[in-house]
């Protein structure tokens, strides 16, 4: 049965007409600063939900496991529970590899993918304790190496598969761990690389945050969430 379960790669967002599950559960969104995380936050509270949001700018860096662990003791400290985690912290370099500096590209690396699963690792034992979700975050160039973002691109990749193989080891705990793959967003850090865009190609950050808590509240787990520009979420 497992294995059919994670055989699936991508699906569409589900549809959840009644969001009222958030009300009075604990969220913890790290990167939440701007873009995406800061749109979760967000509508997360406007649902009811105690939200929790971290990121490099108010001293937590997913990067150093050690952060990430300290910031959700200091929840669990302060509401006795975590119901849910997200990850949306990111970060985009530009350049051929043979161009770049390695350290530039070690701390890219360090970020999308050694910042998910230090947030991974370090939700464990909260969202076993109360049987919750964890989402983290994907790239629509994880199924393919792009030239000039390779790093990023790979990155993502790994994420999926780390993703897919926590959901699975997770399954008898009642943990879901789900990643949302949006097309491409209207973010601080898509603008600080591609420049203005006509806003009409770019999915609404908000549109990202809706699908991300949605997932969060659905039975789903070990899957790529697509969320895609001009679909109703859930629409089949």
Known sequence: MADKLFQIRSIRA?????????????????????GIGREVVQRAEGLGARVYGTSLSTGTDVCDYK?????????LLQEGRIDFVVNTAG???????????????????????????????????PLRASRGSLVLFTSSSYTR?????????????????????????????GVRVNVINPERTATPMRRENF?????RTLLDPREV??????????????????????ERVGEP
């Open 14 to 34: 589900p549809l959840e007409e009644n969001l009222k599950g958030f009300e009075g559960k604990v969220l913890v969104c790290f990167g939440a600063g701007k």
């Open 67 to 75: 952060s990430v662990r300290g910031f959700l003791e200091g929840v």
């Open 91 to 125: 970060l985009l370099g530009m350049g051929k590899v043979a161009d770049r500096e390695i350290e530039t590209m070690r701390r890219e690396i360090e970020v999308n993918y050694l910042g998910a699963l230090n947030v991974l690792k370090a939700s464990v034992a």
């Open 145 to 173: 190496g792009r030239a000039l973002y390779s790093v990023y691109s790979s990155c993502k990749a790994a994420v999926v598969n780390l993703m897919q193989g926590a959901a699975e080891e997770l399954l008898g705990d």
């Open 195 to 199: 420049g203005l865009e006509d806003p």
């Open 209 to 230: 945050a809706e699908a991300t808590l949605q997932t969060l509240l659905s039975p789903l787990t070990g899957q790529v969430v697509d969320v895609k520009r001009g």
